[in-house]
């Protein structure tokens, strides 16, 4: 079982990863270009080029954090009713039957999971820059949590916390069941 949730967690880390850094780089060329029409195609220099990458970066950055959000939502889809170490994830159908599943899986199917998810997710997060604050004021000379914490910890607190997620997802949504494949 240990298999089944390590590799759930493996690609869902890198199908997060990789939509959230390709949505950023693709919103932040949009807007990129957006600005260099609006200035009329001034001819490209080193002064211009230097200017349209640091808008580039700042946007950048910037879309990082809202296409995670976006991201988390859209690639939860991906992991239901895929094998991985002999289970799978399957979401129940809202029909009398006990045992149906659905199989093929909408973004509205999955609205009311990931609101439960979403806040696990986020529990998970809160306890966990608890417990790293608790071990960073005993152990070191940190005394404030804004001396440590950074967004780049907090984006690595989301993604261990995400494994964790998916070990209480069966508990706390129950629609969600795992099941050998």
């Known amino acids: 079982m240990h298999k089944f949730y390590l590799q759930l967690w493996f690609f869902w880390f890198i199908r997060v990863f990789l939509f959230t850094i390709s949505l950023a780089i693709a919103t932040a ?3 990129t270009l957006f600005i260099y029409m609006k200035k009329g195609f001034v001819p490209l220099d080193a002064e211009v080029s230097a ?3 640091a808008v580039w970066k700042f946007w950048f950055f910037l879309s990082v954090n809202i296409t995670l959000l976006l991201s988390l939502f859209l690639t939860l889809k991906y992991s239901f009713n895929r094998c ?3 289970y ?3 979401l129940k159908a809202c029909t009398e039957e006990s ?3 659905k199989e093929n899986l909408g973004y509205g199917d999955l609205i009311r999971v990931w609101r439960k998810w979403f806040m696990l997710l986020i529990w998970l ?3 966990l820059m608890i417990i790293t604050f608790v071990l960073i004021y005993l152990f070191t000379s940190f005394h404030s949590l804004f001396e440590w ?4 910890l907090l984006y690595f607190f989301i993604f261990i916390s995400g494994y964790f997620s998916f070990l209480f997802m069966g508990a706390r949504c129950k ?3 795992i099941v050998k494949c």
């Open 29 to 31: 060329s949009l807007i």
């Open 51 to 53: 200017a349209l990458f």
């Open 84 to 86: 991985y170490g002999g």
């Open 88 to 90: 799978m994830l399957r």
């Open 99 to 101: 045992h149906a599943y």
């Open 125 to 127: 997060v809160g306890a």
């Open 149 to 152: 914490f950074s967004i780049y």
């Open 175 to 177: 629609n969600v069941k």
